[in-house]
């Protein structure tokens, strides 16, 4: 079955010590994207592909980066991860709609970071 | 800030019953999507109603817009136990970017009570 996988489903960290998420789809969408989602609120993207054009959101931190080396896999690096960066980490991919349409959404379960 | 805010936060019903959710925005938008989240589980996508339209059916769930008043419900009926996660509306403003991409209300927690 076509789908997202975000490896791994959990990872504990020490405070200040680089992390890499990873998730990987095969869905062959265009478009992935990576959300900060802390406990009972809102997913928050972080940033998105569209292809190897990385749009970066304005409040996202500068610890924050991300690398997608080809259409299947993507990367999420946290350089120096403090204690407020735990939280759960969600991967998404969605074929760019034409005509400005909004296409929905295809989730993997998460990686929930927990820093020591 | 948010684009979607939700209402009730929290729902506790029996099973059998209706859940009726509420989703209100700020600006134009092109569509408007429901998505489910179990509990340590990533979201996944229920149903998208386009903004041209005013309800749309999906087995159980049932969803309405209303663009002039900006706000949008989703209706699960007789409710099962399996419904119990969080429930979030996600809005695409007219004028976001080349990828569209959501913003995210900040979610009903249902349960469902056997």
């Known amino acids: 079955d076509a789908m997202v996988i975000q490896n791994p489903r959990y990872q504990v960290t020490q405070f200040g010590k680089p992390v890499t998420l990873s998730c990987s789809q095969t869905?062959?969408?265009?478009?992935m994207y990576w959300y900060q989602q802390k406990s009972s609120q809102a997913p928050k993207l972080l940033f998105h592909?569209?292809?190897?054009?990385?749009?970066n959101e304005a409040d996202t931190p500068d610890n924050f980066q991300s690398r997608r080396p080809n259409t299947s896999f993507c990367f999420l690096d946290i350089r120096s991860p403090g204690l407020g960066d735990a939280a759960m980490y969600l991967c998404a991919t969605s074929m760019r709609g034409g005509r400005g349409f909004v296409q929905p959404q295809h989730f993997g379960d998460g990686t929930r970071l927990s820093i020591l | 800030s948010q684009q979607g805010e939700e209402d009730p936060q929290a729902l506790s019903i029996q099973e059998g019953e209706n859940a009726t959710m509420n989703c209100s925005y700020k600006?134009?938008?092109?569509?408007l999507q429901w998505y489910r989240q179990n509990s340590g589980r990533g979201l996944v996508h229920l149903i998208l109603i386009r903004s041209n339209e005013r309800e749309k059916h999906s087995g159980r769930l049932r969803v309405t817009l209303d663009t002039s008043k900006k706000s949008s419900s989703l209706l699960i009926t007789a409710s099962r136990a399996a419904d119990t996660a969080s429930y979030f509306c996600?809005?695409?403003?007219?004028?976001?970017?080349?990828?569209?991409?959501?913003?995210f209300g900040s979610g009903t927690q249902l349960t469902v009570l056997p």
């Open positions: 592909y569209y292809d190897k054009d990385f749009n």
């Open positions: 600006t134009s938008i092109n569509n």
């Open positions: 869905l062959n969408h265009n478009v």
């Open positions: 996600a809005t695409a403003p007219l004028s976001s970017g080349s990828a569209r991409q959501l913003t």
